[in-house]
């Protein structure tokens, strides 16, 4: 399994800033998704992080609104932008695990979230 | 849009008693896989059954997969206080970037009240 640190856990912010979120994990992973989950709702995909080249955004999300970096195999951040009411959410980072038993079984390991309130 | 729908959407049960909750899909999978998720805090991997089994058990859990109904089933059985939590159902599929990605279901949420 991976451990994987998210931070902050939770955020208020103002309208029209931007909050960046970070997710650490403990060991080399492949691939990190980043995933927004509104209130009351179920997990949709933002993108999956690749390192060393761009991330790959599902449809209905753009790199302008949340660019992500990640630069090496064990970290990545993903950044909400010009933030509106209509943003807040649970951010959830997500990893498929190193190479073991669970590789090739899409099984992934969660943080536990960025909660994030826009005034 | 969801590739899952789940029912119930909501469920309360007294302790001891079994708790089942039922996912659909639309698309064929390699996989199906179940997590639980405790409020406010991120999703744990709880079970998965591939698209040629139809029955799969780890302790107090039991999961069904009828591929001809696209359908699968959670039973957890003598529940806890513990088990409170919401449970989503997930499915694998290739993302337009060519890699693997879970697709959630709408998710139950479970009360086991004492």
């Known amino acids: 399994s991976a451990v994987i640190s998210q931070k902050p856990s939770r955020d208020i912010c103002q309208r029209g800033t931007s909050l960046t979120i970070q997710c650490q994990v403990d060991?080399?992973?492949?691939?990190m998704f980043w995933y927004r989950q509104q209130p009351g709702q179920s997990l949709t995909l933002i993108a999956t992080a690749n390192q060393g080249s761009e991330a790959t955004y599902e449809s209905g999300f753009v790199i302008d609104k949340f660019p992500i970096s990640r630069p090496n195999l064990t970290f990545s951040t993903l950044t909400v932008s010009n933030m509106s009411p209509e943003d807040s959410s649970i951010y959830l980072c997500?990893?498929?695990?190193?190479?073991?038993?669970?590789?090739?079984?899409?099984?992934?390991?969660f943080g536990a979230g960025t909660r994030l309130s826009v005034l | 849009s969801q590739q899952g729908e789940e029912d119930p959407q909501a469920l309360s049960i007294q302790e001891g008693e079994n708790a089942t909750m039922n996912c659909s899909y639309k698309t064929s999978i390699n996989n199906l896989q179940w997590y639980r998720q405790n409020s406010g805090r991120g999703l744990v991997h709880l079970i998965l059954i591939r698209s040629n089994e139809r029955e799969k058990h780890s302790g107090r859990l039991r999961v069904t997969l009828d591929t001809s109904k696209k359908s699968s089933s959670l039973l957890i059985t003598a529940s806890r206080a513990a088990d409170t939590a919401s449970y989503f159902c997930a499915t694998a599929s290739i993302t337009t970037g060519g890699g693997n990605k879970l697709t959630f279901g709408t998710g139950t949420q479970l009360k086991v009240e004492l």
């Open positions: 997500s990893v498929t695990p190193p190479p073991g038993p669970a590789v090739g079984k899409n099984i992934q390991y």
């Open positions: 060991s080399q992973v492949t691939m």
